[in-house]
Every structure is written in structure tokens, then in C-alpha cells.
């Protein structure tokens, strides 16, 4: 069965230092894959979505980036994390139509 | 535009009341609908979904939700509620190639 793995489950970073959370799919080829970001007391917004390797497209300009080195491993990363970049972070995966999601990562920039 | 909207930000019921969470969509073409529960610091879990057939899904924990294509909407429902299920609820609306526009959310909280 398809699993997907996100870590690390909770992060706390000072402005200004770089991030970077990973995120891997098993039992799965070619999945399309999200990075979402959840802040407090709102909604998901979608940052960035794969739909292959080196495939990355951005839905909002941000202080963020994303990469897929390989073809089930999505990378979230920033050079320099910002107060605004805090909030929960979720990796995800399309199966046909349905949206799978990894156990998220909470972010706290200080 | 696609757009999904939850009306209640935040919804307070006591243990062992019915429940009904609003969601109300705009899609350009027949969407998939789908509902997803998340507990305090935990991922999103798939509650059901509506691909088509029967407008009455069923889903996980006894949540059902029903399609209704004249209004756009796509609400869920359990007869009554547990505590265990107080928690952030989405409704998101997606389709082949296309990605997932999700709802702001409603906490439901439960009283014993």
C-alpha cells in the first residue's frame, strides 16, 4: 500500500536560518506531489506542486522553495525563514483523484 | 473561478447532538468532492468522498455527506456527535489534473 512519510513532525527555527523539511511516497511511481501550509486559524493554502522530477510549480509568490530530486521525494526549503513562514506544513499525494496527506510538520519561527 | 466556501468558522455542539457542516463550491466542470477531518496537530484524514452515482456518501467515524448539484453544495452530517470528533473539518473540491482547492475550515467543538 501507498504510504507517505514527512519529517520532521515539529520544528522551531530563528528568523533568518534556513529550512528545509523533506517529504518521501512509497508504494507508489510518478505520484503528483503538494506542499501545503496550513496557518493558524486559517485554511490550506497550496504552495507548490510536482507533477515529475525537477517539475516544480509555485502557486504564490513566497520566501519558499521546493524541489524533487527524485521522482518519490519532495523537498520544501528557504534560505532565510521569515516570522510569516510559521504555521503547518503538509506534504501530499494525488492518487487518481484523491489527495493524500503525510502527518504534517508544525513550524515555529522565532 | 473554483472556490469552495464553509460558512461556519467555528460550530459548538453538545455530545450525542446531530450535526450538519455547510459547504457550498463554485467548479467549472462536475467537481469530486471530498471532506477531511484534522485533529489538533495532526495531518488531514479522508473522511468520504463523492466521485458520482448516489448523491449519499458514506464515510469514515459515521459521517455522511450529500450532494446536491442545484445548490452547490455538499454538507456534512453525523446523528450524533462524539467528543472524539471535535476537531478542524475541510471540504475541498478537486478533479483529474487539476489541484485541490480547499474550504477555510470549520472547528467544531464538542461539550460533554
Known amino acids: 500500500s501507498q504510504t507517505i512519510h514527512q519529517w520532521p513532525a515539529t520544528l522551531v527555527q530563528p528568523v533568518g536560518s534556513p529550512l528545509s523539511l523533506e517529504c518521501t511516497v512509497e508504494?507508489?511511481?510518478?505520484?503528483?506531489l503538494y506542499w501545503y501550509r496550513q496557518a493558524a486559524g486559517r485554511g490550506l493554502q497550496l504552495l507548490f506542486y510536482?507533477?515529475?522530477?525537477?517539475?516544480i510549480s509555485s502557486e504564490v509568490p513566497q520566501n519558499l522553495s521546493a524541489s524533487r530530486p527524485q521522482d518519490r521525494q519532495f523537498i520544501l526549503s528557504s534560505k532565510k525563514l521569515l516570522l510569516s513562514d510559521s504555521g503547518f506544513y503538509l506534504c501530499?499525494?494525488?492518487?487518481?483523484?484523491?489527495?493524500?496527506f503525510g502527518s504534517g510538520t508544525q513550524l515555529s519561527v522565532l | 473561478a473554483q472556490s469552495v466556501t464553509q460558512p461556519d468558522i467555528h460550530i459548538t455542539v453538545s455530545e450525542g447532538a446531530s450535526l450538519e457542516l455547510r459547504c457550498n463550491y463554485s467548479?467549472?466542470?462536475?467537481?469530486?468532492l471530498f471532506w477531511y477531518v484534522q485533529s489538533p496537530g495532526q495531518g488531514l484524514q479522508l473522511l468520504l468522498k463523492?466521485?458520482?452515482?448516489?448523491?449519499l456518501v458514506q464515510g469514515i467515524k459515521g459521517f455522511e455527506a450529500e450532494f446536491k448539484r442545484s445548490q452547490s453544495s455538499f454538507n456534512l452530517r453525523k446523528p450524533s456527535v462524539h467528543w472524539s470528533d471535535a476537531a478542524e473539518y475541510f471540504c475541498?473540491?478537486?478533479?483529474?489534473?487539476?489541484?485541490?482547492?480547499f474550504g477555510p475550515g470549520t472547528r467544531l467543538s464538542v461539550l460533554p
Open positions: 501530499a499525494w494525488t492518487s487518481g483523484p484523491r489527495l493524500f
Open positions: 508504494g507508489t511511481s510518478n505520484p503528483n
Open positions: 510536482s507533477v515529475g522530477i525537477g517539475q
Open positions: 467548479y467549472g466542470a462536475t467537481p469530486y
Open positions: 463523492y466521485f458520482s452515482g448516489d448523491t
Open positions: 475541498a473540491v478537486g478533479s483529474y489534473g487539476q489541484n485541490f482547492v
